[in-house]
């Protein structure tokens, strides 16, 4: 079965810098769009970046210019560059991929969340 297994998250004091990591793995035919959601405690779930498979990338506006999305199609694998954190940012994250299973139909799979801290 599709797994996505994220990594990089933790504990980081305002205005650092983390890089998420997400790889895709299993019998994968084709994966689309990548992104990264987060969710912080008592709020809803966000679109925070979100890279298609040719490039193009889209931001929240409360991340532009700080974080950066980007994809090794190679190794199946979305990365998120965080720079300048902010308390605000805080929040559990979450990767996502439009995949195509070599023996099955397309579906949209999530990670298992990972928790990013930002200490005032």
């Known amino acids: 079965q599709v797994q996505l297994v994220e990594s990089g998250g933790g504990f980081v004091q305002t205005g650092g810098s983390l890089r998420l990591s997400c790889a895709a793995s299993?019998?994968?035919?084709?994966?689309?769009?990548m992104s990264w959601h987060r969710q912080a405690p008592g709020k809803q779930r966000e679109l925070v970046a979100a890279?298609?498979?040719?490039?193009?990338?889209t931001y929240a506006d409360s991340v532009k210019g700080r974080f950066t999305i980007s994809r090794d199609n190679a190794k199946n694998t979305v990365y998120l560059q965080m720079n300048t954190l902010k308390p605000e940012d805080t929040a559990v994250y979450y990767c996502?991929?439009?995949?195509?299973?070599?023996?099955?139909?397309?579906?949209?799979?999530w990670g298992q969340g990972t928790q990013v801290t930002v200490s005032s």
């Open positions: 890279v298609s498979s040719s490039g193009p990338t």
């Open positions: 996502n991929a439009v995949i195509t299973p070599t023996w099955g139909r397309r579906n949209a799979y």
């Open positions: 299993g019998s994968i035919f084709n994966i689309n769009q």
